[in-house]
């Protein structure tokens, strides 16, 4: 079965020092993982995504996510964090099924607060 | 101009009233879904169409009807609306090579329903 968690719903941070939204996820084949950022009154902007290339992947808005395999894990970093950053973050994992059918699961998103 | 175009953004309307959710796309995608989104509840997949001529139910499909009415148009309809379907709706679009999971979604800016 395939899941999503994000282990935090508000994080909160202040200007300037790092960011770190946590992402762990269960699939049975070998998944992508996205990282999605919403704005208020907008729709989701792709942020990065891992596509069994590069373990690291680096994103736009200076964002990274690692993927762990031993650990399940997808977490997004910052090393600084902007006020434009203030946003909600969504996890997502995509996987194909038997029959090719690809499956699509979103986490319950992590709402960053930058505090000045 | 969006990639992907919602109308309208926002809807207030009355319980038991017919209503429809419109998207139009300029992505050249043949894949389409709509999604719902609740506050701590993610989103959650309503309905989705991989072609023009294929339509499936996503995971909360009761209640709503879509129609494909060509490759870049894909309608989300309400028969008969009811307050728990308050929400916000959005509409994606995505590619797809064969064999891949790794294709991201494409949002639209979101429709803010609300059914008084």
């Known amino acids: 079965a395939q899941s999503v968690t994000q282990l935090d719903s508000h994080v909160s941070v202040s200007e300037g020092t790092p960011v770190l939204l946590r992402c762990n996820y269960s699939?049975?084949?070998?998944?992508?993982l996205f990282w999605y950022v919403q704005h208020p009154n907008k729709g989701l902007q792709l942020l990065l995504k891992y596509t069994s290339a590069a373990t690291l992947v680096k994103g736009i808005n200076g964002f990274e996510a690692e993927f762990k395999k031993s650990e399940t894990s997808f977490h997004l970093t910052k090393p600084s964090a902007h006020m434009s950053d203030a946003a909600e973050y969504f996890c997502v994992v995509s996987d194909r099924e038997s029959g090719g059918y690809q499956k699509v699961t979103f986490g319950i998103g992590t709402k960053l607060q930058v505090i000045p | 101009d969006a990639d992907v175009t919602q109308t309208p953004r926002n809807r207030i309307t009355k319980t038991g009233k017919r209503i429809m959710l419109e998207c139009s796309q300029t992505?050249?995608?043949?894949?389409m879904y709509w999604y719902r989104q609740d506050p701590g509840l993610g989103l959650r997949l309503i309905y989705y169409s991989f072609d023009v001529k294929d339509i499936n139910k996503g995971e909360i499909s009761d209640g709503y009807s879509v129609s494909r009415q060509a490759q870049a148009k894909f309608s989300l309809s309400l028969e008969s609306a009811i307050p728990n379907q308050t929400a916000l709706y959005f509409c994606a679009t995505s590619d797809w090579t064969a064999g891949s999971s790794n294709q991201p979604q494409h949002f639209g800016d979101g429709t803010r329903l609300s059914i008084l």
């Open positions: 992505k050249g995608h043949d894949r």
């Open positions: 699939s049975s084949y070998s998944p992508s």
